[in-house]
T-cell receptor
Framework: GESVGLHLPTLSVQEGDNSIINCAYSNSASDYFIWYKQESGKGPQFIID?????DKRQGQRVTVLLNKTVKHLSLQIAATQPGDSAVYFC????????????FGKGTKLSVIP | KAGVTQTPRYLIKTRGQQVTLSCSPI?????VSWYQQTPGQGLQFLFEYFSETQRNKGNFPGRFSGRQFSNSRSEMNVSTLELGDSALYLC??????????????FGPGTRLLVL
């Protein structure tokens, strides 16, 4: 079964606001997490990753937070733009040394102009 | 650097036929993984190839198979197609040179429709 799941299937935000997409995982042995963005008709696009020895990592307009205590991670998008409209997935590897990514169901982000 | 490429992009087959999909990884990447994406099941792992050997396998029937060539290019084959095999098939590549797990980068996918 899945070890990664998402709390909300859809999220609508106003352009310019910040977006927060949440993800829960169940495998306490997971130590590498990846966020992907998938636009309609395209493959998943890497956004940002984080390893379990970190609790926060920042990229360009995106921040990932990892809370290992409650097995939760989130993706924050600052100043959300129409181009951010997509489905966002969190994913992790199913175990040490595994290259099998387990994906959550995804959250569809809609940006309201 | 060119990304992961997949061919063909679209395919229509009928039940009982077989299909072969192709994937060329990012230059220098040695690991290729395949995923199936459907509205009902989401993204599911099929298998991973590294150094021409299958290293990981998901919970799919034996009708799904694959291989990797010495140049890291990979193919997956689905025999005796069923209607439920209609999906977006995604290929992802990774360097797999380090002792720790690395990011997988996805191609655009092959959309397979089985009639």
């Amino acid at each position: 079964g899945e070890s990664v799941g998402l709390h909300l299937p859809t999220l609508s935000v106003q352009e310019g606001d910040n977006s927060i997409i949440n993800c829960a995982y169940s495998n306490s042995a997971s130590d590498y997490f990846i966020w992907y963005k998938q636009e309609s008709g395209k493959g998943p696009q890497f956004i940002i990753d984080i390893r379990s020895n970190m609790d926060k990592r920042q990229g360009q307009r995106v921040t990932v937070l990892l809370n290992k205590t409650v097995k939760h991670l989130s993706l924050q998008i600052a100043a959300t733009q129409p181009g951010d409209s997509a489905v966002y997935f969190c994913a992790d590897y199913s175990g040490a040394g595994s290259y099998q990514l387990t994906f959550g169901k995804g959250t569809k982000l809609s940006v309201i102009p | 650097k060119a990304g992961v490429t997949q061919t063909p992009r679209y395919l229509i087959k009928t039940r009982g036929q077989q299909v072969t999909l192709s994937c060329s990884p990012i230059s220098g990447h040695r690991s290729v993984s395949w995923y199936q994406q459907t509205p009902g099941q989401g993204l599911q792992f099929l298998f991973e190839y590294f150094s021409e050997t299958q290293r990981n396998k998901g919970n799919f029937p034996g009708r799904f198979s694959g291989r990797q060539f010495s140049n890291s290019r990979s193919e997956m084959n689905v025999s005796t197609l069923e209607l439920g095999d209609s999906a977006l098939y995604l290929c992802a590549s990774s360097l797999r040179t380090a002792s720790y797990q690395e990011t997988q980068y996805f191609g655009p996918g092959t959309r397979l429709l089985v009639l």
